[in-house]
């Protein structure tokens, strides 16, 4: 079985910082790439940034590209997106998922097959 488990949010203005934090329990971490998704309230869950298994490649939204980065600690289990001058519009629960696959093409949602219970995030306008 496998445990994603969100760490890192809370309350920052905007311009700020934010490192939100996933721990993976189950076997076979590296085998899989992983992702972060957000959902603001009354919105539909989006697509935040996608890593390869091996930490190769990377994937970002546009909203968020060029200010959040993405990054994994296979050793450790970890994954971790780090979050630089945010917006309000940034606010939302942040979601940690793991992809059925290892890499590019496995990114959406709907190739996610385990979710973290999130972290909430908030960027006062």
């Known amino acids: 079985q496998v445990h994603l488990v969100e760490s890192g949010g809370g309350l920052v203005q905007a311009g700020g910082s934010l490192r939100l934090s996933c721990a993976a329990s189950?076997?076979?971490?590296?085998?899989?790439?992983m992702g972060w998704f957000r959902q603001a309230p009354g919105k539909e869950r989006e697509f935040v940034a996608a890593?390869?298994?091996?930490?190769?490649?990377?994937y970002y939204s546009d909203s968020v590209k060029g200010r959040f980065t993405i990054a994994r600690d296979n050793a450790k289990n970890t994954v971790s997106l780090s979050m630089n001058n945010l917006k309000p519009e940034d606010t939302a629960v942040y979601y940690c998922?793991?992809?059925?696959?290892?890499?590019?093409?496995?990114?959406?949602?709907?190739?996610?097959?385990?979710w973290g219970k999130g972290t909430q995030v908030t960027v006062p306008s």
């Open positions: 998922a793991r992809s059925r696959c290892s890499g590019y093409g496995c990114y959406d949602a709907e190739d996610m097959d385990y």
């Open positions: 189950g076997p076979a971490f590296s085998t899989y790439a």
């Open positions: 890593i390869s298994a091996i930490g190769g490649s990377t």
